[in-house]
């Protein structure tokens, strides 16, 4: 009896402890940006798609991490693209500017997640989208964060082989 009273004392301080240990604000944000697709057209025409990049993203962080689920969309109407990713990031180090309280945060990270790709070649089709990430996060309000990137993601379609894109976003924590 007294063991497992032992037992469960020390199973709940130790939940606390990792609840502690694991808290985290959540997020929910929107980025634009510019990507580059290198692509293949149906008759083996090498070609670089440009276009802006828009999409939505909601996540969790706290002073060591990021975990973040993000839609983005591109294309016009001769070639669309449709992401889904999940991003992982790790902020290298954080800087407090005394003067604003404004918080400094560079990341690098990975994802992985899924494309859609299509043309007016008729081309439809989907796979694995994968790669990696740099940036640097601000936090200047309690509720609001700033965030610019570099990602860099490889595909395993036939018709697209990788995606570069600039995204600059903007996060509100709840």
Excluded: C
């Excluded at 301080?13 to 692509?39: K, P």
């Amino acid at each position: 009896m007294l063991k497992r009273i032992l037992l469960s004392s020390l199973l709940i301080v130790t939940l606390s402890d990792a609840e502690d240990s694991f808290s985290s604000e959540r997020f929910i944000g929107i980025e634009v940006g510019y990507s580059s697709a290198d692509t293949t057209s149906a008759i083996d025409k090498k070609s670089i798609s440009k276009d802006i990049e828009y999409g939505f993203h909601i996540g969790a962080q706290n002073k060591e991490w990021r975990t973040t689920v993000s839609l983005s969309l591109y294309g016009d109407k001769k070639k669309e693209y449709k992401r889904t990713m999940l991003e992982f990031d790790r902020f290298v180090w954080a800087s407090l500017y005394k003067k604003d309280h404004i918080v400094f945060k560079p990341y690098l990270g990975g994802h992985i997640g899924y494309l859609n790709y299509t043309d007016e070649g008729g081309i439809d089709e989907s796979g694995l989208l994968y790669g990696a990430q740099a940036g640097l996060a601000w936090n200047v309000l309690d509720e609001v964060d700033f965030d610019v990137s570099y990602r860099y993601s490889i595909s395993d379609l036939s018709y697209v082989d990788d995606i570069g894109s600039f995204v600059f976003g903007a996060n509100y924590i709840y």
